[in-house]
């Protein structure tokens, strides 16, 4: 699989966009999360989707292998939401509320564990960004609080902050 | 009811990132109060609930199509490099075989002919246009005064082979002078060939 992957990775850098299209059919659903949770918009989740793969089509060539191709993928994602959130401030703000609820239904989960995590979903899309940025990056997706510094442009103690109002938010909504 | 001025040290307990004196601290709070160790358990739940969280969504439409056109250009685009490269190649391989032709005799096994004199400057003039032409469009790449030098050393070359073609012109026959263009063309052909290359 390893051996596999690092084959397309070396012919997307040569220019083989077939390569690149497989890239982008193993790593599209990970991407695509991390947009939505971020934005909390299908619509610009899946614009910004293809931002990312766009950019790191561009990129490519930067790729050394110093780290694996989904972590280094996934963070230029997280660099292109945030670039994009920064340069369309203009654009008017569309937060995900529930009456898109479709927006994080996945066929074939379990009914319970669907719900959960569907009331879950529904509760961190309602958050407001800043919360909702932390949360997504340090709960969800792992990332420690420094890195979101960096990634975002805050300080460590605003990425804390940020995320025990969200967990506070949180459990507000989801006892309710 | 968690305690608000415990909001930060219990989430951090939760996270487990205290320094083992604050953790003994949060851990003698919790013994007395009820209201925080319930906020501990919602706040472990909800930790582990969002790692659990599917890691995928799949778009609900295809987002192929709409990156594919985007990267298509810059795939059009190296497309124009490799034939400019190309180009630079047989440009190389044109001016070659003519300098091949014009090299005095002593300098080649057979002795060029001069019959396809004409023919061998309308192919180092062609080449060469092409080559300027490709070397035109990607200009640009290059910085400033990387241009500026390659163009002043491609004016003194361009005077140079004016001069040696004009006294090739007056001496057709002349050995040493054809050598000399030869040996002024391939400069050019050199020139060019490394700046196409550089900036492509």
Redo the contacts between chains.
Sequence with gaps: MQADSSDLIQRAQQ?D?AA??AL??AH???V??LC?RLTAD?AR??EL??DA??RA??RLASFRGESAFSSWLYRLTVNVVFLGQRAGQRRALRVFTTEDP?A?E?PG?AASTVA??LD??RA?AALPPGAREV?VLH??E?YRHHEIAQLNGIAVGTS?AQ??RA??L??EA??K | MMCNEWEAQLNEYVDGTLAAEARALVEAHLAGCAGCRAAVVELRALVASAADLPKRIEPARDLWTGIAARVGKREVRNGKRWWRTALAAAATIVIGFALYRLLPPSAVHHRSEGTGWVAVQAEYEQASDELTRALATERDRLAPATVALLERNLAVIDAALRESRDALARDPENVELRGLVASVAREKVELLRWATRVAT
Excluded: C, H, M, P
């Design positions: 220019g966009q690149f299209e982008y059919r599209v659903g990970r695509y999360a939505l299908r989740a899946e989707t293809q793969f766009v089509w561009e479709a994080f996945r989960d959960g995590q879950l979903e961190i949360f709960d969800v792992g804390k995320l025990f967990r506070r949180l459990r989801l006892s």
